[in-house]
């Protein structure tokens, strides 16, 4: 019974860091401009629950890096790595909104994007 107990912890402990090691290895490998390599991390760790995951998923689809541009489905990964809570998330989906006329709507997210400590969000509704 008490090696269930330390394989449950085992897998809640390595299966989080390894999704945060999934974003990590994702923000490496866009800064090297391995795109493909970058989607197949943020993927994983989108679909494993990662918000931030989701966050460079939808980033990746916005400037069509690696992928065709969709603001759609970028849209859709922004607003869910907001919802998760990763700030970046929603100030990405405040400047895209933004960017496409909805003022209101992006003050709506950049407002929360401060919230959540993301200082460039505080100032975001100021942006064109």
């Known amino acids: 019974m008490r090696w269930f107990f330390l394989g449950v912890l085992a897998f809640f402990v390595f299966g989080c860091a390894s999704k945060v090691d999934m974003v990590k290895d994702g923000l490496n490998a866009k800064a090297s401009g391995d795109f493909s390599l970058a989607f197949k ?10 918000p931030h995951g989701c ?6 689809y916005l400037k069509g890096e690696g992928v065709k541009k ?8 922004l607003q ?12 990405l989906l405040g ?8 003022k209101s709507g992006a003050k709506v997210f950049f407002d929360r994007a401060c919230k959540m400590g993301v200082e460039v969000g505080c100032v ?3 942006m064109k």
């Open 95 to 102: 400047r895209a909104l933004a960017k496409s006329g909805d």
């Open 55 to 60: 966050t460079g998923l939808g980033n990746l």
């Open 41 to 50: 991390r943020f993927k994983a760790a989108c679909d494993g629950g990662e």
């Open 124 to 126: 975001g509704h100021m």
């Open 80 to 91: 869910k790595g907001c919802d998760g809570g990763a700030g970046g998330g929603c100030f």
């Open 70 to 77: 969709d603001e759609k489905t970028a849209r859709e990964l």
